[in-house]
Nanobody, 123 residues
Framework: EVQLVESGGDLVHVGGSLRLSCAAS????????IGWFRQAPGKEREGVAS???????WYSYTLKGRFTIASDNAANTVYLSMNSLRPEDTAVYYC?????????????????WGQGTQVTVSS
């Protein structure tokens, strides 16, 4: 059974940093692409970053430079490091998995989802 469990969400002040973790089980990272998404209240779920087993990475253009995605294949864990956080980064952050190496940014392209972790940036 494929499972994704996010952790690391918290309440931080503007300018702060967080590192989110996505622990995966039930599949091999060699065969999947992992993506991070976020959803703010009243807004659509948007792609943040994705990474595949070949080391390919995609970032949302608006977040590149502040957010970094990385994977630890031995630990079956993908991380999202977020710096210089802003109030507009407040959202529930989800990780998702899809078979194959395509670095898709659309949520509909991903088959498996975690439960999400809340990130709140206060001003």
């Amino acid at each position: 059974e494929v499972q994704l469990v996010e952790s690391g969400g918290d309440l931080v002040h503007v300018g702060g940093s967080l590192r989110l973790s996505c622990a995966a089980s039930g599949f091999s990272f060699d065969d999947y692409t992992i993506g991070w998404f976020r959803q703010a209240p009243g807004k659509e779920r948007e792609g943040v970053a994705s990474i595949n087993s070949d080391g390919g990475i995609w970032y949302s253009y608006t977040l590149k430079g502040r957010f970094t995605i990385a994977s630890d294949n031995a630990a079956n864990t993908v991380y999202l490091s977020m710096n210089s956080l802003r109030p507009e980064d407040t959202a529930v952050y989800y990780c998702a998995a899809r078979p194959g190496s395509g670095l898709y940014s659309a949520a509909a392209s991903y088959e498996y989802w975690g439960q999400g972790t809340q990130v709140t940036v206060s001003s």
